[in-house]
């Protein structure tokens, strides 16, 4: 097929989110554009289950950063190189990214990076894990609860002078009856509790933690600001986990007898059986 | 089928997330489940096209909350109603939110309810109008500048003695290099700009309305702090609309050359017309 405009004779690269683990969470959009790649770029936070659910003819390439000293590590300017290099070569290139491409993905700075190659791009959205925490049973907000929503990252030292957070103004979102969300925060669970702490939100106030939402293996702790680092360290919830912090927690508590998912709580209900035809990979893992 | 859980007998409540507009942005479960369900019960806020992708057979109510004195009204006792008689009936309904279910969608409230009466649940998050942002080319956060996101919704007159929101905590996140989005506050834009102002914010900090984001009729307009209100009027933006406050916005003016988007953007490419086979509805209004 070929198109009048300018560059037909390119490629086109597509920042695509992947969702938060559940393959049956990509958009439609997603897994058309999964099903139809030339070249896929995915990162260590994409679940296995999506990039395996591929066509086999498809060119896989994981530019997963990966921290640690020995640590195998793709620069952002080799992944950068790569999607121009490919969309020139004519591909359809997916670069797919865990959960939303903008949030916390460094989608901004790869389209800023392909619209100064003039490369033809596109942002796919998808459902971040931030969004997963609701089909755990704990709503993001709530009538009654929460009136706010603040998202952050749990990689910095709260306490560092030049932390580019204002923990204080977070503090006070919390403390006015709103909903914290820390990504990949669980190292520094006991820092940034304490710093919350410092500033004056109650240590009673309702935590937890999702390791792996929507993931077959997910797991999903409760407690405090008091106590979540115990429950942590106790149900040993390791990265990729998400936080939540504020007064929607317990709702899962009041819920959880009646929630249902597949994989996760034992419950295999009908419609979660439903193929969809044409989809290559159809639901890997889901159930 | 037949389970041998003792509530195999009723039907199952899905709150579904709809995503933002574009049929393709919903989830390949929620597509799977609109194509499956006995009864579809959508709100206001869920796009018409997506409604309309239903079989034809599919039962489908109105259950949007219209405001205004003239506006029919369903209540929110109404629809818990609904929700379990039909579920008791044996049905697979499915409660279809605009955006995701647990933002600001009220789903939390329903979990509760249909807990307390038995019913079996489940949350298929969806694509938050907040993140289709990322769509138009304004990164929700950027390594250089936003390193945190929040949400609030613009219903509330900031000055009011009574709100639940801490405007001061709000303003000291957007200085801090935050973003800020709004959902539903079109009507008070002069309001909490005003408000923000007075608290410190610089009037000259970047801000976005995108009115109907992903859908083919959406509508972008950029400005400052400053300005916006002046440009809401410009363009006669209308609800449904997401405000976007934060140095995230200007990333649009860099990659809006090329950025593509069927249907937005005037630029059909040719990934975009790949059908899925099976999928009911293939791709209406999204190309």
Redesign the interface.
């Given at each position: 097929?070929t198109?009048d405009?300018d560059v037909a004779d390119r490629g086109?690269v597509?920042l695509v989110?992947a969702?938060?683990g559940?393959?049956?969470?990509?958009?439609?959009?997603a897994?058309?554009?999964i099903?139809?790649a030339d070249v896929l770029l995915y990162d260590s936070l994409t679940p296995p289950a999506i990039v395996e659910s591929a066509p086999a003819a498809t060119e896989t390439i994981d530019v997963g950063k990966k921290p640690g000293p020995d640590g195998e590590r793709t620069t952002q300017a080799e992944i950068n190189r790569l999607m121009v290099d490919r969309a020139c070569a004519g591909d359809?290139v997916v670069r797919l990214k865990g959960g939303?491409?903008?949030?916390?993905?460094?989608?901004?700075?790869e389209?800023?990076h392909?619209?100064d190659r003039?490369?033809?791009?596109?942002?796919?959205?998808?459902?971040?894990s931030v969004?997963?925490?609701?089909?755990t049973?704990?709503?993001?907000?709530?009538?009654?609860?929460a009136?706010?929503?603040?998202?952050?990252?749990g990689h910095e030292d709260p306490e560092k002078e030049e932390s580019?957070?204002?923990w204080?103004?977070?503090a006070?979102?919390v403390?006015?009856?709103?909903t914290l969300v820390v990504l990949m925060g669980v190292r520094r669970l006991p820092d940034y509790t304490a710093a919350l702490r410092e500033r004056g939100v109650d240590a009673d106030t309702p935590a937890a933690m999702v390791e792996k939402a929507?993931w077959d293996e997910e797991t999903t702790v409760t407690g405090t600001l008091g106590t979540i680092v115990e429950a942590r360290d106790g149900a040993g919830i390791e990265p990729p986990a998400i936080t939540v912090i504020g007064d929607?927690v317990p709702?899962r508590g009041?819920?959880?007898?009646?929630?249902?998912?597949a994989g996760t709580d034992g419950?295999?209900?009908?419609?979660d059986?439903?193929p969809?035809?044409?989809?290559a990979g159809g639901?890997p893992g889901?159930d």
């Open positions: 097929m198109t405009n086109k597509y989110g969702g938060p559940d393959p049956d969470l990509l958009t439609v959009k897994r058309r554009l099903d139809r359809v939303d491409p903008t949030v916390f993905g460094r989608g901004g700075e389209t800023e392909l619209a003039e490369i033809p791009f596109e942002v796919v959205p998808g459902i971040s969004l997963s925490v609701g089909a049973g704990i709503p993001l907000t709530h009538r009654e609860h009136s706010s929503l603040t998202v952050v990252t580019a957070l204002d204080d103004a977070i006070d979102t403390a006015a009856g709103g929507t929607v709702v009041e819920v959880a007898a009646w929630l249902q998912r419950v295999a209900f009908e419609s059986a439903i969809v035809p044409g989809l639901a889901g």
